[in-house]
């Protein structure tokens, strides 16, 4: 039986097919943007399984209607040719079949041992990795993130791939030890790149964030729109951060949404940045019209509630109420069923948080805050990272100041800046509440505090991307 570059047997594969899976590994690891090539060869294929499966993964992994289609069809072409699969490419075959009936813990679960029992897999950890992080599993993330280090401690995608299992478990020295490790072997390694990125924002390290950053970024150009996006969405997270929300509206404008307005997740780097500029008070114009136009056909997708949350959001912030109505709905029928495992984050989390959202986005504060407040205990279970599920934190507070339950917010951004004591907004929001609460000292000395540390982030050259 034919092996591909990891050692791994590979059913029915001739050279042209093996090449072809190789292919895919990097290109899929480096976050490239040449698929097609890819694809045409799976399309070509007649004998190995693992080409069309791999293909099906890639097409559900665009979280569509239309990538459901593809992948059924590229599944059930890997099943005509199963008689000569390997144990470990039917394993693919059933992981990839509970994905698009909707069972992401058993497609979990499949992955994580298919990691244990063939660690050089590292696809197989991608995609375990990907459901680990849809349904907010830190834990899952990590596990198989040191899994496929320890059988592969020459590839500098294993150590990227652990840095983020051990930022989303909050063991950030040793995240930021990793992914300089993974930075040191390969320069151009993105996901490496992102992860330093968590680690530096989880820290409120802003200028070197942006320094950082900055010296990288000309590695993305052949990066995927959802990694070249998402990486200079981080890069404007920094600048926002810095008192620089000028410079980071310009990134959105520029280098954040206009890659593949189609694709989800250059559609929620979009969503996610406009709403934080707003909320630090940025006047962004018609840009949610925009948006809105690409998120209107989503209305019933579902397939990660971190997603669909964002895609409520902006229809709401563009005014779009029938849309909102209709999607609401749609999200509460969701919940009815929902399975046993993925109840927590449809029913106790998505539908408080979206109806907040909604009455956030429209000016009802009060609500917002109380619904919000409801699906904050649960907010991990719905997807995505801790930096990305910090707007819905962000959202909320607002809401509770708007709303005036002021002790409520103090105690949550004293948290933050505690967390990250360098962000000149939070510590005057802090002055805006202790002032509210007559605690005039209080309010004095934070309002000092970000002064000094916008004048001390004005001094400092070359910051703008």
């Given at each position: 039986m034919a092996r591909d570059g990891q050692g791994l047997e590979v059913g029915g594969a001739d050279a042209r097919a093996i090449e072809a899976l190789d292919f895919l590994r990097e290109e899929w690891l480096a976050f490239g943007k040449r698929f097609p090539d890819f694809m045409a060869a799976a399309d070509r294929e007649e004998r190995c399984a693992l080409l069309p499966v791999m293909a099906a993964n890639l097409a559900l992994s665009m979280n569509s209607a239309e990538g459901r289609i593809i992948g059924t069809r590229y599944l059930q072409r890997a099943r005509t040719m199963e008689k000569d699969a390997s144990a470990r490419e039917r394993a693919w075959i059933a992981a990839t079949a509970a994905w698009l009936a909707g069972d992401t813990d058993e497609s979990l679960e499949i992955h994580e041992k298919m990691v244990s029992e063939w660690p050089r897999d590292l696809l197989a950890g991608k995609l375990g990795q990907l459901h680990a992080f849809n349904r907010g599993d830190a834990k899952a993330l990590l596990r198989i993130g040191e899994r496929l280090l320890a059988a592969n401690r020459e590839n500098h995608f294993a150590w990227g791939m652990c840095a983020f299992g051990l930022e989303e478990c909050n063991r950030l020295d040793e995240a930021e030890a990793h992914a300089r490790r993974a930075i040191d072997m390969e320069r151009k390694d993105p996901w490496a790149h992102h992860a330093l990125?968590?680690?530096?924002?989880?820290?409120?390290?802003?200028?070197?964030?942006?320094?950082?950053?900055?010296?990288?970024?000309?590695t993305w150009e052949e990066c995927n729109s959802f990694m070249y996006t998402h990486n200079w969405w981080h890069l404007a997270l920094f600048l926002i951060d810095l008192d620089r929300p000028d410079d980071a509206?310009?990134?959105?404008?520029?280098?954040?949404?206009?890659?593949?307005?189609?694709?989800?997740?250059?559609?929620?780097?979009?969503?996610?940045?406009?709403?934080?500029?707003?909320?630090?008070?940025?006047?962004?114009?018609?840009?949610?019209?925009?948006?809105?136009?690409?998120v209107k056909?989503?209305?019933?997708?579902?397939?990660?509630?971190?997603?669909?949350?964002?895609?409520?959001?902006?229809?709401?912030?563009?005014?779009?109420?029938?849309?909102?109505?209709?999607?609401?709905?749609?999200?509460?029928?969701?919940?009815?069923?929902?399975?046993?495992?993925?109840?927590?984050?449809?029913?106790?989390?998505?539908?408080?948080?979206?109806?907040?959202?909604?009455?956030?986005?429209?000016?009802?504060?009060?609500?917002?805050?109380?619904?919000?407040?409801?699906?904050?205990?649960?907010?991990?279970?719905?997807?995505?990272?801790?930096?990305?599920?910090?707007?819905?934190?962000?959202i909320?507070?607002?809401?509770?100041?708007?709303?005036?339950?002021?002790?409520?917010?103090?105690?949550?951004?004293?948290?933050?800046?505690?967390?990250?004591?360098?962000?000149?907004?939070?510590?005057?929001?802090?002055?805006?509440?202790?002032?509210?609460?007559?605690?005039?000292e209080q309010a004095m000395a934070a309002e000092y505090q970000a002064e000094q540390l916008a004048r001390q982030y004005r001094n400092i050259k070359g910051v703008a991307a």
């Open positions: 990125a968590h680690c530096l924002e989880a820290r409120g390290r802003l200028v070197e964030g942006v320094a950082f950053l900055g010296s990288v970024a000309d509206l310009a990134l959105f404008d520029g280098r954040v949404w206009g890659v593949w307005k189609e694709f989800s997740e250059d559609q929620i780097n979009a969503i996610s940045l406009l709403a934080r500029l707003e909320l630090r008070g940025v006047d962004v114009g018609p840009r949610w019209a925009d948006i809105a136009s690409y056909g989503r209305l019933h997708d579902h397939f990660v509630p971190f997603l669909d949350l964002q895609y409520l959001y902006a229809l709401a912030r563009a005014g779009e109420r029938s849309a909102v109505t209709e999607m609401l709905a749609s999200l509460e029928d969701r919940a009815q069923g929902a399975k046993p495992f993925e109840r927590e984050a449809w029913a106790d989390c998505t539908v408080p948080a979206a109806h907040g959202l909604a009455a956030h986005a429209c000016g009802d504060h009060a609500e917002a805050a109380r619904l919000l407040g409801q699906a904050m205990p649960h907010l991990a279970t719905i997807g995505g990272s801790i930096a990305q599920r910090s707007l819905f934190g962000a909320h507070v607002d809401a509770l100041v708007r709303s005036g339950w002021n002790d409520a917010a103090l105690k949550i951004l004293q948290a933050d800046e505690r967390e990250r004591p360098t962000i000149p907004a939070t510590k005057r929001g802090l002055a805006d509440l202790y002032r509210k609460l007559g605690r005039t």
